[in-house]
Nanobody, 116 residues
């Protein structure tokens, strides 16, 4: 059974930075060959994909975070990361990691709150 555990969220002022981490267990070698992604869900809104990364490191970003967020992965430790810079209040949401298809069981997510 695949398990996803997100961490690193918190309260940050506008313009600040955070680094999110995702630990993947139970996937065996599958993590290293799957395209992965970070998603977020703000209150009252649908979950959206904000950043994706292929197994070879190719990346893509939603327009709302492009130039501010950076996704990376470390296959040797089944880990996924999201560096978030120049945070704005609209980035406030619960952040989740999953495959680019969202077909693994969802973790609990990590709350990011951007507020002064």
């Amino acid at each position: 059974q695949v398990k996803l555990v997100e961490s690193g969220g918190g309260l940050v002022q506008p313009g600040g930075s955070l680094k999110l981490s995702c630990a993947v267990s139970g996937s065996g070698l599958m993590f290293s060959i799957r395209s992965m992604a970070w998603y977020r869900q703000a209150p009252g809104k649908q979950r959206e994909l904000v950043a994706g990364i292929t197994r070879t490191g190719g990346t893509n970003y939603s327009d709302s975070v492009k130039g501010r967020f950076t996704i990376s992965r470390y296959n040797a430790e089944n880990s996924l990361f999201l560096w978030m810079d120049s945070l704005i209040p609209e980035d406030t949401a619960v952040y989740y990691c999953n495959t680019n298809n969202g077909d693994w069981p969802w973790g609990q997510g990590t709350q990011v709150t951007v507020s002064s």
